[in-house]
């Protein structure tokens, strides 16, 4: 498993939940440092690959694990 | 990166068409779109501090039924109020965010959102009942955000 500086739990919510939530939880961070979150919704894997390209933050990793999508993002 | 901009004109005051704009304004929010609402018609419903909204299967055979149901039974009384204590438990199980926290998200980041006066005085609602911090105005007003947008939707 890859470093990350803050962790995410967005299981269990909705989109656009996640996004909003790990929207919040990178305006609290400085640039470099990387947020991990893990997701129940399957819409948010795609959504995440949209979001890092909209944003500029880089999705590092994204992976699923029985019905858990771990996203890694660094904070551009 | 320049800002792109969001416009959404909000006409639907029902529970369910209540999200569209909400999730839509609060998630352009989020990749960096300044976003616009006007609430026009039933979509100053989306403004109220008490937003109440409910939902109605009438007009509306797309929705999904637990069984069956003749539309003269849907239109009993009671049964609007049963549909969305339904709607609303379903979406709580299933992690959807309820639209008061969708709102404040939007509040949050700062989306505009605006009144029509026109349908204000029609419907005579009390500015007081709504919640603060949104202008007033009428077509004009909505073209001159609405015209330098990128995406301009009516919902």
Redesign the interface.
């Known amino acids: 498993m890859a470093n990350f500086d803050k962790e995410l739990d967005a299981t269990?919510?909705?989109?656009?939940?996640p996004?909003?939530r790990a929207?919040k939880s990178l305006s609290e961070m400085d640039s470099n440092q990387v947020l991990q979150i893990t997701a129940?919704?399957p819409g948010s894997v795609k959504d995440f690959e949209a979001?890092a390209k909209?944003?500029?933050n880089e999705l590092l990793e994204s992976s699923e694990d029985s019905g858990k999508y771990v996203f890694l993002i660094k904070k551009s | 990166?320049s800002e792109k901009k969001l416009a959404i004109i909000a006409t639907k005051g029902t529970l369910d068409w209540a999200y569209p704009p909400f999730?839509l304004a609060?998630?352009a929010a989020?990749?960096?779109y300044e976003v616009q609402i006007f609430c026009t018609f039933y979509g100053l419903q989306l403004l109220r501090k008490k937003m109440d909204l409910k939902m109605s299967s009438l007009g509306n055979p797309g929705m999904p039924m637990p069984m069956p149901m003749p539309v003269l039974l849907q239109a009993l009384p009671g049964m609007q109020s049963m549909m969305t204590a339904m709607m609303k438990q379903k979406m709580k199980s299933?992690?959807?965010?309820s639209l008061d926290e969708l709102r404040s998200?939007c509040v949050e980041a700062e989306v505009k959102m605006i009144a029509c006066q026109m349908t204000v005085d029609l419907f005579e609602f009390n500015t007081s009942e709504f919640i603060d911090g949104i202008d007033y105005g009428g077509a004009a007003t909505f073209f001159e955000f609405a015209g330098e947008s990128d995406i301009c939707l009516f919902i």
């Open positions: 269990g919510l909705n989109c656009p939940l996004i909003l929207k129940t919704d979001f909209q944003t500029g | 990166m999730i609060s998630t989020a990749l960096g299933k992690g959807v965010a998200l």
